[in-house]
């Protein structure tokens, strides 16, 4: 199975938050499988990192959490398959920012998921989780929905 997990998902990995428990859980249980293979955006890398500096600089996690995350991260990252910008998916996100009104690296993220046919879309944003959910991908919204797969 290939999970597409993006960073507004991945983040309540480190940031507690509503839906931290269920995402923390699900990776540690689905890493374990042989089978599965996590995959993320290339644009998820700096965005984890500015979005965890962005809580430490206010205050929402201590330096030591912040430290810890970035190490856990960057761990977690070497494991994850990451597909190759190319021309292919910079138009694609093109595509789907215009069909669904996407912000750009929502837009970025879902045309990444699209491109490795991940068998599941991770995320944590209203608008995205819709418009996965009319390309044909079984979506699992981290902030509304605390069982997976809804």
């Known amino acids: 199975?290939?999970?597409?997990?993006?960073?507004?998902?991945?983040?309540?990995?480190?940031?507690?938050?509503d839906g931290t428990r269920e995402i923390q859980e699900?990776?540690?249980v689905e890493s374990s499988i042989e089978t599965n293979q996590f995959s993320a955006s290339a644009v998820t890398y700096a965005?984890?990192?500015?979005?965890?500096?962005?809580?430490?600089?206010?205050?929402?996690?201590?330096?030591d959490q912040f430290d810890q995350a970035i190490s856990v991260f960057r761990d977690q990252w070497e494991n994850v398959d990451i597909p190759i910008v190319d021309n292919t998916l910079i138009v694609k996100s093109g595509k789907l920012a215009n069909e669904y009104a996407l912000k750009g690296c929502d837009a970025f993220q879902l045309a990444s998921?699209?491109?490795?046919?991940?068998?599941?879309?991770?995320?944590?944003?209203?608008?995205?989780?819709?418009?996965?959910?009319?390309?044909?991908?079984?979506?699992?919204?981290?902030?509304?929905?605390?069982?997976?797969?809804?």
């Open 113 to 150: 998921a699209l491109i490795v046919h991940a068998s599941i879309f991770i995320n944590s944003d209203v608008e995205l989780h819709e418009a996965a959910k009319k390309c044909g991908l079984q979506v699992w919204n981290t902030a509304t929905h605390h069982s997976k797969f809804k």
């Open 26 to 28: 699900f990776m540690i």
């Open 47 to 63: 965005e984890v990192h500015a979005t965890l500096k962005r809580a430490l600089k206010g205050k929402r996690i201590t330096q």
């Open 1 to 17: 199975m290939i999970i597409f997990i993006d960073t507004s998902a991945w983040i309540k990995y480190f940031i507690e938050e």
